[in-house]
């Protein structure tokens, strides 16, 4: 079976660093995705890890920890633009999504 | 096509009736997904096909869901005699080969069709 944690809401501030945290079960395991999802539109892909540690993309990085079926994502220097929903997914033959994180960042 | 396509956009149709949503894959994708996502909930997992068929249906909620694909290419998802609870966005996305994720397959996602049931 899957099971896939998250956070459902976060809160920031315009500037500051937030960690989403996503904690995982799953029967397969080929790599965990984190997609951003702004509110009416499609989830775009915003990384993977596959082997532990940490992944660094601009202001976006992602750990992963395989062997505690964790994962983080970090958005460092917050912009209003990054208000969006976040989700953690994972899988082995296709991607099963935990519930999102709605993250609201505020002046 | 560049990315996933899904029609009807929007849908709005009375309670019983059966509904039929389509996707276009990006072209050469071989792997391609359904997803239910309600108002502020996450994504819910459908049917994964690899090329024609289907080697997980699992996520599918009832037998009034079905969904098939052709051609490798073109899927359509259909609802039987739909009910207020099947009001959601369907996401269907695409990636270039099935059976595994790796960097190298990603899963894209179309802009979804927004069905309303009253």
């Known amino acids: 079976g899957q099971n896939i944690d998250q956070p459902t809401e976060m809160t920031a501030t315009e500037g500051a660093i937030v960690q989403i945290n996503c904690t995982y079960q799953?029967?397969?395991?080929?790599?965990l995705f984190w997609y951003q999802q702004h509110a009416g539109e499609a989830p775009t892909f915003l990384s993977y890890n596959v082997l532990d540690g940490l992944e660094e993309k601009g202001r976006f990085s992602s750990f992963l920890s395989r062997s505690k079926g964790y994962s983080y994502l970090l958005l460092k220097e917050l912009q209003m633009k990054d208000s969006a929903s976040y989700l953690c997914g994972t899988g082995a033959n296709n991607l099963f999504f935990g519930t999102g994180t709605r993250l609201t960042v505020i002046p | 096509g560049a990315g996933v396509s899904q029609s009807p956009s929007n849908k709005v149709t009375e309670k019983g009736k059966d509904v039929e949503l389509r996707c276009d894959p990006i072209?050469?994708?071989?792997?391609l997904y359904w997803y239910r996502q309600r108002l502020g909930q996450g994504l819910e997992f459908l049917i994964y096909?690899?090329?024609?068929?289907?080697?997980?249906k699992s996520g599918l909620p009832s037998d009034r869901f079905s969904a098939e694909r052709t051609g490798e290419s073109v899927s359509t998802l259909t609802i039987q005699r739909t009910q207020q609870e099947d009001s959601a966005v369907y996401l269907c996305a695409s990636s270039l080969v099935g059976g595994g994720m790796s960097s190298g397959n990603t899963i894209y996602f179309g802009e979804g069709s927004w069905l309303t049931v009253v």
């Open positions: 072209s050469g994708h071989t792997a």
């Open positions: 096909f690899q090329g024609n068929s289907a080697p997980d």
């Open positions: 799953t029967s397969g395991f080929n790599g």
